[in-house]
Nanobody, 125 residues
Framework: VQLQASGGGLVQTGGSLRLSCATS???????????MGWFRQAPGKEREFVAS????????YYADSVQGRFTISRDGAKNTVSLQMNSLKPEDTAVYYC????????????????WGQGTQVTVSS
């Protein structure tokens, strides 16, 4: 069971980045059974919820801090989930993690069953 996040980097304020999370392993052969989420952790802070997408992709949920700027999506053919981040701000600087859970949307990290390693996003002012 593996989740591999990628796409992080250094960007200026107002810029954009697109994160991707690839799934692999036998468990994720039923990718459509999983709701997916993105979380982030800034230096010295607790990990926080960013966005979640339902198993079908028909429902999404965002943290207030990213609503209108970030878009979560999934590709059932590739078994991937993406996070398009626009209008980035310095406060978006963090390590971003993707996660998967059986069942529907969730914003609480303890409800997620599988986690990937993080990818660093740095937004310069």
């Amino acid at each position: 069971v593996q989740l591999q996040a990628s796409g992080g980097g250094l960007v200026q304020t107002g810029g954009s980045l697109r994160l991707s999370c690839a799934t692999s392993g036998r468990t994720f052969s039923t990718f459509s059974s999983f709701a997916m989420g993105w979380f982030r952790q800034a230096p010295g802070k607790e990990r926080e919820f960013v966005a979640s997408i339902s198993e079908s992709g028909g429902s999404t949920y965002y943290a207030d801090s990213v609503q209108g700027r970030f878009t979560i999506s999934r590709d059932g053919a590739k078994n991937t989930v993406s996070l398009q981040m626009n209008s980035l701000k310095p406060e978006d600087t963090a390590v971003y993690y993707c996660a998967a859970r059986w069942g529907g949307l969730a914003s609480r990290e303890e409800r997620y069953n599988y986690w990937g390693q993080g990818t660093q996003v740095t937004v310069s002012s």
